[in-house]
């Protein structure tokens, strides 16, 4: 179960242009949200998706597997970065753990079968 906290559209930042393949002038959509099993929060994750290429996108947003379906897109290639890192106060917040416990961070990059960056979802998860 996922359950969305924040959500917010807004022209992109440097950093999402670059991590996106982006032009100056890209709006993009960026979630904020809990993922949950039966014992409670999992992982905390904030994603960016550009609203070029999911045109009427809004907040209710689901996994981009189902997205990709929905926009008629094949999923291609994803790159994922794994690391150790401490957990920011908003982290621990989340996860219900300590600030500056370790936490799992994911930092990902999806792309279309023509190679085209269709998400960047960066998830921090209990160690």
Same mark, same amino acid.
């Given at each position: 179960? &996922?359950?969305?906290?924040?959500? *917010? *559209?807004?022209? !992109?930042?440097?950093? +999402?242009?670059?991590?996106? /393949?982006? $032009?100056?002038? *890209? =709006?993009?959509?960026? #979630? &904020?949200?809990?993922? $949950? /099993?039966? #014992?409670?929060? %999992?992982?905390?994750?904030?994603?960016?998706?550009?609203? /070029?290429?999911? @045109?009427?996108?809004?907040? /209710?947003?689901?996994?981009? !597997? +189902?997205?990709?379906?929905?926009?008629? #897109?094949?999923?291609?290639? !994803? &790159? +994922? =970065?794994?690391?150790?890192?401490?957990?920011? =106060?908003?982290?621990?917040?989340? #996860?219900?753990?300590?600030?500056?416990?370790?936490?799992?961070?994911?930092? =990902? %990059?999806?792309? &279309? !079968?023509?190679?085209? @960056? %269709?998400?960047?979802?960066?998830?921090?998860?209990?160690?």
């Amino acid at each position: 179960m &996922t359950d969305l906290i924040t959500h *917010s *559209s807004g022209p !992109a930042t440097v950093e +999402e242009w670059a991590k996106l /393949d982006l $032009n100056p002038n *890209s =709006r993009v959509l960026r #979630l &904020t949200r809990i993922r $949950n /099993d039966a #014992l409670g929060p %999992i992982a905390l994750e904030e994603v960016v998706l550009p609203l /070029d290429r999911f @045109p009427g996108l809004t907040a /209710d947003a689901s996994d981009i !597997a +189902e997205l990709a379906q929905c926009y008629g #897109l094949s999923l291609g290639h !994803a &790159t +994922e =970065r794994v690391s150790i890192v401490p957990a920011t =106060r908003e982290v621990a917040k989340h #996860l219900g753990t300590g600030a500056g416990a370790q936490v799992m961070k994911l930092d =990902r %990059i999806v792309e &279309t !079968a023509d190679g085209e @960056p %269709i998400e960047w979802r960066v998830a921090f998860r209990k160690a």
